[in-house]
């Protein structure tokens, strides 16, 4: 018998530190803003391509080589087994050697900043995507939940950057099959080498492709943050100063990567979800425009964007051109977000369809947009497929673990019994472990 309950499976063995999210949240760290990602289900449908979906076997050996699971370091791998054995893991940082030096350089940063949150550093100096996929599949995520993964990875590998983003994507799936629940900050790859140069620009592809794998919903699953230029001087040179090596941070990096996400980092972990909105790659360096940007990042949309329509005709010529730059960016997450809804439901996913329309209410309360969001999520809500999709969510939510015991089956079972047809009863499907 679990302890959780008279012969239930054991969906939240750690149900105790993952709690779900409803209320106030505070606003983005200045000159930052973030994008609010659908759960894993959206995600599966968006990668059309998906080696890491759940199912994948530990040791499949198709696609690209960065995403193909390859063992490295297995006494590290063992130290970080007992790391989750033992629990307790609110918030882990997952990576390479970069990540790794939180233990050395940024060590009392990490003290100071993350060992408060309840943390662990999964990193290993000159890991690769691949790496990282073989020890996700190998048992670093059984019996722990964390609110939030770090995420940074990829500087080492040395393939085409469409391949190195494959390797990314499949180590997000992984994370959601393994830890259902758990939020990802995915963080750009850090700029590397003293002056601009081919790896570095190799590294700007992967992180415009991998940029793209945020999509919009309040359930944010994944938010992608790129902190890079922080480490840039305004020439885009990188100083001995930050990086010795122009590569791995001393303590003064370690302190300007801490700065630049410890309140991102805070809100993700926080019980309360976010109202969807767009991400603005920095901030505007006029002050109006960038109150505005302030504001629309924070969740209120509707009522930021008619002022910064206005400022578009301003007399000032940076005041227009910074306003209309602005205006841009939110145009494309706007149509971004309607083919979101629109993909949803011609795929069949109704009740994420209608809880991504739901979740704009609030981002343009007092607006007509307000309304239409509205009225489109209470349609959605009259499918007939909608009951299907709320009970197909907490099928989801069971982390891969707990989907190989035989009760978990007897579940899917049951619920393709009552819904036999249709886009949930093949997810449904979906979720069980290969034999």
Known sequence: MDREGKGDIPRRRWADRVRLRSHHHPPPPKGQTILRIVPIVALLLLFAWSPGAA???ADDASGPRPTIPEEKNPERHQQFLDIAKAGGVDLLFLGDSITDGWRGGGQAVWGKYFAPLKAANFGIGGDRT???????????LDGIQPKLVVLMIGTNNGDPAEDVAAGIKTILLDIHSHSPRSKVLLLGIFPRGEH???????????NKLIAKFATYAEGRRIVYLDIGPRFLAPDGTLSKDIMPDFLHPNEKGYQIWA???IDTVKQMMMDEPMKPAPTFPAPSAVPRVARL????????VGSSIKPLQRLCDDKDAKTSEAARASMAVYDAWK?????EIARLKDAGDVFLAAELSASLVASYAGTDGAKAYQDQAAALRKDAAYPAGREYQKLAEFPAEA??????????EAFVKKFPTGYYARQAQALLPEK
Do not use: C, T, Y
């Open 259 to 261: 700065d630049a996400i």
């Open 335 to 339: 149509a971004g977000i309607d083919m």
């Open 55 to 57: 199912g994948a076997s």
């Open 196 to 206: 601009p140069d081919g790896g570095r620009a190799k590294n700007d592809q992967v």
């Open 293 to 300: 940007e302030e504001a629309i990042a924070n969740g209120k």
């Open 130 to 140: 691949e790496h990282v996929i073989w020890r996700l599949r190998h048992g670093e």
């Open 403 to 412: 989907r190989r015991d035989p009760r978990f089956g007897k579940m899917i």
